[in-house]
């Protein structure tokens, strides 16, 4: 059976809010790419967010340059259930690393250990219980991240 406890090496060695920095920098330069397909999913998730004034993605994939690093911990903030990133960040060092496990995955925390991925994570959790792993929630998706302690 897989273990369903995380790597431990999978989480690094800085705070949630430490590490969300990180990752908005990383996000904020693939924004301002000059390729649309390293660009356009952060600008997707940046409309999805609402934490811009464009109205559609046209619009915002046009502008994109003007997007700020604050718009990034915005965006993060209310994926993680928060108004912004004000309100996220005196609570987010308060909860659990796998908060943001997802974001860990985005950045090649897991990269070399197998994946099963599944539609929700009902489904991955009924299959955990199984066969074992450590479960990443995804968006709407999840992932069994697959290893041996």
Same mark, same amino acid.
């Given at each position: 059976m897989w273990s369903t406890s995380c790597?431990?090496?999978?989480?690094?060695?800085?705070?949630?809010?430490?590490f969300l920095r990180r990752h908005a920098r990383r996000l904020l330069r693939r924004a301002h790419a000059d390729n649309t397909s390293t660009a356009m999913p952060v600008v997707r998730r940046l409309l999805a967010a609402g934490v811009t004034r464009a109205e559609t993605l046209a619009q915002l994939h046009k502008t994109r340059t003007e997007v700020q690093l604050k718009h990034i911990l915005n965006m993060l903030a209310v994926e993680l259930g928060h108004v912004g990133w004000d309100a996220c960040k005196p609570v987010l060092d308060t909860r659990e690393p796998a908060v943001i496990d997802r974001y860990r995955f985005d950045a090649g925390a897991f990269g070399d250990y197998e994946k099963v991925w599944f539609a929700?994570? !009902?489904?991955?959790? $009924?299959?955990?219980?199984?066969?074992? !792993?450590?479960?990443? $929630?995804?968006?709407d998706q999840a992932v069994a991240i697959l290893w041996r302690e």
């Open positions: 790597p431990s090496f999978a989480n690094s060695d800085l705070t949630n809010t430490e929700g994570a !009902g489904a991955a959790r $009924e299959w955990q219980r199984e066969h074992g !792993g450590y479960i990443v $929630e995804y968006g």
